[in-house]
């Protein structure tokens, strides 16, 4: 079993910063991408930052400039730096890892954190 565990949520005013972190535990063979998304009230899900187990990262244009998505491998845990923080940016976060399990060693399977929630004020 695999749980992704997110930290880092919280009120913050706008222009200010933030950084959410998520580690995964459990019964990991190896961790592939990982991702944060974002989903706001009255809005879709959408991804915010995708960043693949050799670092390369990948961003929404909305965030692309202000956010900065990070890993480390050995603590199998990524961050998600948000600067500049705007209003637009409230949503509840959420990461997701793409995560090869012990007991299969070759399956891959999309695990996701509970979610934690950024407010930002004006």
């Known amino acids: 079993q695999v749980q992704l565990v997110e930290s880092g949520g919280g009120l913050v005013q706008a222009g200010g910063s933030l950084r959410l972190s998520c580690a995964a535990s459990?019964?990991?063979?190896?961790?592939?991408?990982m991702g944060w998304y974002r989903q706001a009230p009255g809005k879709q899900r959408e991804l915010v930052a995708t960043?693949?187990?050799?670092?390369?990262?990948n961003y929404a244009d909305s965030v692309k400039g202000r956010f900065t998505i990070s890993r480390d491998n050995a603590k199998n845990t990524v961050y998600l730096c948000m600067n500049s923080l705007k209003p637009e940016d409230t949503a509840v976060y959420y990461c997701?890892?793409?995560?090869?399990?012990?007991?299969?060693?070759?399956?891959?399977?999309?695990?996701w954190g509970q979610g934690t929630q950024v407010t930002v004020s004006s």
């Open positions: 997701r890892g793409t995560i090869v399990v012990v007991t299969t060693g070759i399956a891959e399977y999309d695990y």
């Open positions: 459990g019964s990991i063979f190896s961790i592939n991408a």
């Open positions: 960043i693949t187990s050799g670092g390369r990262a």
